[in-house]
Structures are given as structure tokens and as C-alpha cells.
């Protein structure tokens, strides 16, 4: 899924429709604490990497 995402990204979690469009999504968190969401397309990958506060993410 990501290249060398253990030394970049320190938890990487499914956290269900985050997006409210039906399809799972997941949301990344790296070394220095920065969040990142990908949303999901329902067919298997996900979308391109959105950063932003967990307030931010859950509103969007």
C-alpha cells in the first residue's frame, strides 16, 4: 500500500466511512504526529493523501 511506510508513518488505522460517501476509509498518522487520511473508493485502493487535525478530518 505505501513504500516504506514504517519509517514514515508510525500507526496506520481503518477507521470506517470517514467521508460519509458508503466506503471505508483509512487515516495515517507519521513520526512527527501529522494526520493523513485516504479515502477509500470501493474497489479496493485508496486515494491520494489529505493531512489536516482529526477535528478537521471528522468535519470533512
Given at each position: 500500500m505505501?513504500?516504506?511506510?514504517g519509517t514514515?508513518?508510525n500507526?496506520?488505522?481503518?477507521?470506517?466511512?470517514?467521508?460519509?460517501?458508503?466506503r471505508?476509509?483509512?487515516?495515517?498518522?507519521?513520526?512527527?504526529g501529522?494526520?493523513y487520511?485516504?479515502?477509500g473508493?470501493g474497489?479496493g485502493?485508496?486515494?491520494?493523501?489529505?493531512s489536516?487535525?482529526?477535528a478537521a478530518?471528522a468535519a470533512?
Open positions: 505505501f513504500s516504506a511506510w514514515s508513518y500507526a496506520v488505522v481503518g477507521v470506517g466511512d470517514n467521508t460519509g460517501d458508503g471505508s476509509d483509512l487515516v495515517e498518522r507519521d513520526t512527527a501529522n494526520l487520511r485516504n479515502a473508493d474497489k485502493p485508496f486515494g491520494t493523501s489529505r489536516g487535525t482529526a478530518m470533512s
